[in-house]
Protein backbone atom coordinates (compact mmCIF):
# COMPACT_ATOMS: atom_id res chain seq x y z
CA UNK A 1 0.00 0.00 0.00
CA UNK A 2 1.03 3.86 0.01
CA UNK A 3 3.23 5.51 2.43
CA UNK A 4 0.64 8.10 2.61
CA UNK A 5 -2.67 8.41 2.22
CA UNK A 6 -5.33 11.02 1.64
CA UNK A 7 -9.43 11.03 0.95
CA UNK A 8 -9.55 12.37 -2.47
CA UNK A 9 -12.06 15.14 -2.18
CA UNK A 10 -13.72 17.50 0.10
CA UNK A 11 -16.14 20.38 -0.40
CA UNK A 12 -16.76 23.04 2.02
CA UNK A 13 -18.31 26.83 2.07
CA UNK A 14 -17.05 29.64 1.84
CA UNK A 15 -16.53 30.93 5.37
CA UNK A 16 -16.41 27.07 6.78
CA UNK A 17 -13.31 25.42 7.89
CA UNK A 18 -11.79 22.72 5.83
CA UNK A 19 -10.14 19.54 7.82
CA UNK A 20 -7.41 17.88 5.42
CA UNK A 21 -6.69 14.40 7.08
CA UNK A 22 -3.64 12.28 5.84
CA UNK A 23 -2.05 9.21 7.20
CA UNK A 24 1.32 7.90 6.89
CA UNK A 25 2.96 4.35 7.94
CA UNK A 26 6.38 5.19 8.70
CA UNK A 27 6.68 6.31 11.97
CA UNK A 28 10.70 7.48 11.54
CA UNK A 29 9.30 10.34 8.77
CA UNK A 30 11.42 13.85 10.04
CA UNK A 31 9.57 16.49 8.71
CA UNK A 32 5.70 16.33 7.80
CA UNK A 33 4.46 18.56 5.24
CA UNK A 34 1.45 20.54 3.29
CA UNK A 35 1.73 21.53 -0.30
CA UNK A 36 -0.98 23.03 -2.34
CA UNK A 37 -1.54 22.65 -6.15
CA UNK A 38 -3.71 25.23 -8.43
CA UNK A 39 -4.55 23.97 -11.80
CA UNK A 40 -1.70 23.80 -14.48
CA UNK A 41 0.85 24.99 -11.39
CA UNK A 42 3.78 23.60 -9.46
CA UNK A 43 3.65 23.30 -5.61
CA UNK A 44 3.62 25.71 -3.29
CA UNK A 45 4.64 24.35 0.44
CA UNK A 46 2.05 25.84 2.69
CA UNK A 47 3.55 24.91 6.40
CA UNK A 48 5.55 22.10 7.82
CA UNK A 49 5.48 20.04 11.07
CA UNK A 50 8.83 18.74 12.48
CA UNK A 51 7.82 15.06 14.07
CA UNK A 52 8.15 15.93 17.59
CA UNK A 53 5.51 18.65 17.48
CA UNK A 54 1.82 18.36 18.11
CA UNK A 55 0.45 21.16 16.71
CA UNK A 56 2.00 24.30 14.55
CA UNK A 57 -0.72 27.51 13.75
CA UNK A 58 0.50 29.81 11.12
CA UNK A 59 -2.28 32.27 10.79
CA UNK A 60 -5.74 30.47 9.10
CA UNK A 61 -3.43 27.22 8.89
CA UNK A 62 -2.97 24.95 11.98
CA UNK A 63 -1.09 21.58 11.42
CA UNK A 64 -1.69 18.72 14.13
CA UNK A 65 0.30 15.88 14.23
CA UNK A 66 -0.67 12.39 16.58
CA UNK A 67 2.79 10.48 16.03
CA UNK A 68 0.65 7.79 17.98
CA UNK A 69 -1.73 7.19 15.26
CA UNK A 70 0.57 8.72 12.36
CA UNK A 71 -1.61 11.24 11.93
CA UNK A 72 -1.92 14.53 10.33
CA UNK A 73 -4.73 17.25 9.79
CA UNK A 74 -4.38 20.55 7.95
CA UNK A 75 -7.35 23.11 9.06
CA UNK A 76 -7.72 26.40 7.15
CA UNK A 77 -9.73 28.30 9.25
CA UNK A 78 -12.39 31.14 6.83
CA UNK A 79 -11.94 28.99 3.66
CA UNK A 80 -11.64 31.39 0.60
CA UNK A 81 -12.85 30.63 -2.86
CA UNK A 82 -9.02 30.78 -3.79
CA UNK A 83 -8.16 28.08 -1.40
CA UNK A 84 -9.83 25.74 -3.90
CA UNK A 85 -6.72 23.29 -5.06
CA UNK A 86 -5.44 20.29 -4.41
CA UNK A 87 -3.89 19.51 -1.15
CA UNK A 88 -0.68 17.17 -0.90
CA UNK A 89 0.75 15.97 2.95
CA UNK A 90 3.96 14.70 2.36
CA UNK A 91 7.03 13.33 4.50
CA UNK A 92 10.72 13.02 4.80
CA UNK A 93 12.87 10.98 7.11
CA UNK A 94 16.83 10.74 7.35
CA UNK A 95 19.71 12.42 6.07
CA UNK A 96 18.63 14.23 2.52
CA UNK A 97 15.36 15.63 2.05
CA UNK A 98 13.43 13.33 -0.22
CA UNK A 99 9.76 14.26 -0.12
CA UNK A 100 6.97 10.87 -0.48
CA UNK A 101 3.66 12.78 -1.50
CA UNK A 102 0.21 11.44 -0.62
CA UNK A 103 -2.41 11.23 -3.16
CA UNK A 104 -3.49 14.89 -2.73
CA UNK A 105 -7.14 15.91 -1.64
CA UNK A 106 -9.33 18.03 -3.86
CA UNK A 107 -10.75 20.86 -2.12
CA UNK A 108 -13.19 22.87 -3.65
CA UNK A 109 -14.59 25.93 -1.87
CA UNK A 110 -18.31 27.10 -2.77
CA UNK A 111 -19.61 30.84 -2.55
CA UNK B 1 14.62 35.79 -5.68
CA UNK B 2 12.83 32.43 -5.24
CA UNK B 3 11.64 31.42 -8.05
CA UNK B 4 12.48 28.12 -10.25
CA UNK B 5 11.65 28.55 -14.07
CA UNK B 6 11.05 25.66 -16.47
CA UNK B 7 11.22 25.98 -20.11
CA UNK B 8 9.43 24.99 -21.91
CA UNK B 9 5.56 25.23 -20.88
CA UNK B 10 4.19 22.74 -22.95
CA UNK B 11 5.92 20.10 -25.47
CA UNK B 12 4.22 17.87 -27.64
CA UNK B 13 6.86 15.18 -29.31
CA UNK B 14 7.20 12.16 -31.09
CA UNK B 15 8.52 9.10 -30.11
CA UNK B 16 11.46 8.88 -32.48
CA UNK B 17 12.23 12.71 -30.93
CA UNK B 18 14.71 14.08 -28.83
CA UNK B 19 14.40 16.91 -26.83
CA UNK B 20 15.23 18.29 -23.61
CA UNK B 21 13.18 20.22 -20.92
CA UNK B 22 15.03 22.99 -18.82
CA UNK B 23 15.07 24.24 -14.81
CA UNK B 24 17.24 27.36 -13.37
CA UNK B 25 17.01 28.68 -10.29
CA UNK B 26 19.46 31.77 -8.61
CA UNK B 27 18.83 30.93 -4.96
CA UNK B 28 22.13 29.54 -4.75
CA UNK B 29 20.69 26.35 -4.26
CA UNK B 30 22.71 22.80 -4.45
CA UNK B 31 20.30 20.48 -4.21
CA UNK B 32 18.28 19.95 -7.49
CA UNK B 33 15.16 17.58 -8.20
CA UNK B 34 13.08 15.99 -11.09
CA UNK B 35 9.85 14.85 -10.65
CA UNK B 36 7.05 13.23 -12.73
CA UNK B 37 3.13 13.85 -12.16
CA UNK B 38 0.40 12.04 -13.68
CA UNK B 39 -2.76 13.59 -14.56
CA UNK B 40 -4.91 13.67 -11.09
CA UNK B 41 -1.49 11.60 -9.29
CA UNK B 42 1.03 13.27 -6.63
CA UNK B 43 4.39 13.76 -8.07
CA UNK B 44 6.94 11.15 -7.87
CA UNK B 45 10.68 12.14 -7.46
CA UNK B 46 12.94 10.91 -10.41
CA UNK B 47 16.50 12.41 -10.08
CA UNK B 48 18.47 14.33 -7.31
CA UNK B 49 21.45 16.00 -7.87
CA UNK B 50 23.59 17.32 -5.21
CA UNK B 51 26.45 19.55 -5.68
CA UNK B 52 26.21 19.11 -9.51
CA UNK B 53 26.48 15.44 -9.05
CA UNK B 54 23.83 13.00 -9.69
CA UNK B 55 23.22 11.34 -5.66
CA UNK B 56 19.50 9.78 -6.50
CA UNK B 57 18.34 7.95 -9.63
CA UNK B 58 14.72 6.44 -8.82
CA UNK B 59 15.33 3.39 -11.48
CA UNK B 60 14.05 5.96 -14.06
CA UNK B 61 14.47 4.48 -17.32
CA UNK B 62 17.05 5.21 -19.63
CA UNK B 63 15.08 7.06 -22.36
CA UNK B 64 15.39 10.20 -19.57
CA UNK B 65 19.17 11.72 -18.97
CA UNK B 66 19.49 14.16 -16.29
CA UNK B 67 22.20 16.28 -16.53
CA UNK B 68 23.25 19.39 -14.31
CA UNK B 69 25.48 21.49 -16.29
CA UNK B 70 25.78 24.30 -13.27
CA UNK B 71 24.82 24.99 -9.89
CA UNK B 72 21.68 27.11 -11.26
CA UNK B 73 20.61 24.60 -14.35
CA UNK B 74 19.16 21.03 -14.11
CA UNK B 75 18.47 19.73 -17.72
CA UNK B 76 16.13 16.59 -18.50
CA UNK B 77 17.19 15.30 -21.95
CA UNK B 78 14.05 12.65 -23.38
CA UNK B 79 14.60 10.41 -26.98
CA UNK B 80 12.38 8.07 -27.36
CA UNK B 81 9.98 8.83 -25.15
CA UNK B 82 6.69 6.36 -25.20
CA UNK B 83 3.06 8.05 -24.87
CA UNK B 84 2.66 6.82 -20.97
CA UNK B 85 5.56 9.09 -20.26
CA UNK B 86 3.13 12.02 -21.00
CA UNK B 87 2.87 13.91 -17.82
CA UNK B 88 3.82 17.08 -15.72
CA UNK B 89 7.67 17.25 -15.19
CA UNK B 90 8.61 19.76 -12.33
CA UNK B 91 11.41 20.87 -11.35
CA UNK B 92 12.67 21.53 -7.73
CA UNK B 93 15.44 23.14 -5.39
CA UNK B 94 16.54 23.48 -2.31
CA UNK B 95 19.56 24.14 0.25
CA UNK B 96 21.35 20.77 0.46
CA UNK B 97 22.24 18.69 3.89
CA UNK B 98 20.25 17.49 6.75
CA UNK B 99 17.57 19.64 8.64
CA UNK B 100 14.67 20.73 6.93
CA UNK B 101 15.04 22.66 3.80
CA UNK B 102 12.38 23.69 1.74
CA UNK B 103 11.85 22.78 -1.92
CA UNK B 104 11.02 25.15 -4.70
CA UNK B 105 9.15 24.07 -7.31
CA UNK B 106 8.86 25.43 -10.51
CA UNK B 107 5.51 25.42 -12.77
CA UNK B 108 6.55 22.67 -14.58
CA UNK B 109 6.75 21.59 -18.39
CA UNK B 110 3.62 19.45 -19.60
CA UNK B 111 4.89 16.66 -21.84
CA UNK B 112 2.72 14.92 -24.37
CA UNK B 113 4.25 12.24 -26.25
CA UNK B 114 2.48 10.75 -29.91
Known amino acids: GEDVEQSLFLSVREGDSSVINCTYT??????LYWYKQEPGAGLQLLTY?????DMKQDQRLTVLLNKKDKHLSLRIADTQTGDSAIYFC???????????FGGGTRLMVKP | DTEVTQTPKHLVMGMTNKKSLKCEQH?????MYWYKQKAKKPPELMFV???????INESVPSRFSPECPNSSLLNLHLHALQPEDSALYLC?????????????FGPGTRLTVL
Open chain 1, 49 to 53: IFSNM
Open chain 1, 90 to 100: AESKGAGNMLT
Open chain 1, 26 to 31: DSSSTY
Open chain 2, 92 to 104: ASSQDGQGFHEQF
Open chain 2, 27 to 31: MGHRA
Open chain 2, 49 to 55: YSYEKLS
